[in-house]
């Protein structure tokens, strides 16, 4: 098997895979063995991508084409046209996205979701991002601000034509060589979760910010309606008050009421 199959086989695994196949790779290959462990492990956005690439070409070139036309409805100032391109650019990516994570069997997380549109908008915005694209070996995704040219540096993994020639070398040089590589590589996957794990953080971190102030918003509320309640128990119990002193105003009137009568009773009686 050549350079060009084994990168293919590798990219074509899930990144969860891709570590322990590139060792396992690298180890049955000796001549090639350092340019398989220089591959670097593909993010999951990058992977989904590269799944497209892979088994639906098709849909991804009909995709990719609309790009040039967005590009010339633009410069040529077709407002018309280029809203019209660019609803069957939202509808295309999203129908691209979706069909990313049917053929994976991941589950469309927003993070995945985000990489993957990203690198088709950016594919759209760039040939050559759309190159790289194609190759199926993306191992990051890829963004457009919206203005220049796509960074590319590093996107895509890149493999020689031709194996390195290891005649002249040492076996044990040649054995130190491959360990080096393999450090590095693991190093490279190494850093890559480091940078996952920092933006989840971030994620997280912007999550319990969101809490902290709704619980802040809910603790107010609370004192708030605290402060209702007691204001509410104290008229209550100002009306209470004044209840039973009404109530003692009216006993009263029907003493004196009943006084009179009596009073009045014996009046009659006396004439």
Not at 197 to 226: C, F, S
Request: proline fraction near 4%; glycine fraction near 6%.
């Amino acid at each position: 098997m050549d350079l060009e199959q084994t990168a293919d086989q590798l990219y074509a695994l899930a990144p969860e895979e891709f570590t322990a196949a590139r060792a396992a790779a690298a180890k049955a290959d000796k001549p090639n063995a350092k340019a398989i462990t220089a591959l670097r492990k593909p993010t999951v956005g990058a992977w989904l991508v590269n799944s497209l690439a892979r088994t639906e070409p098709d849909l991804l070139d009909q995709l990719l084409q609309l790009g040039p036309s967005l590009a010339e409805a633009q410069r040529a100032g077709q407002g018309d046209a280029l809203r019209m391109l660019g609803e069957q650019r939202r509808q295309l990516v999203g129908a691209v996205t979706a069909r990313a994570f049917e053929l994976t069997g991941r589950q469309p997380v927003a993070a995945a979701r985000a990489e993957v549109e990203g690198t088709l908008e950016a594919a759209l915005a760039d040939p050559g991002a759309a190159a790289l694209v194609r190759t199926g070996r993306l191992v990051r995704p890829l963004s457009y601000a919206g203005f220049g040219e796509v960074d590319t540096g590093g996107a895509a993994a890149q493999v020689p034509a031709t194996a390195p020639d290891k005649a002249t070398k040492k076996p044990d040089t040649a054995a130190a060589d491959a360990r080096a590589l393999e450090a590095q590589g693991a190093m490279d996957d190494a850093v890559r979760a480091c940078e996952d794990a920092a933006r989840r953080h971030r994620g997280a971190q912007a999550q319990q910010d969101t809490a902290q102030a709704e619980v802040a918003r809910l603790e107010q509320a609370l004192a708030d309606a605290r402060e209702q309640r007691l204001a509410a128990e104290a008229v209550t119990r100002k009306a209470a008050r004044q209840a039973e002193q009404a109530q003692q105003a009216v006993a009263q009137a029907q003493t004196r009421a009943e006084k009179a009568r009596n009073q009045l009773d014996r009046l009659r009686r006396a004439r």
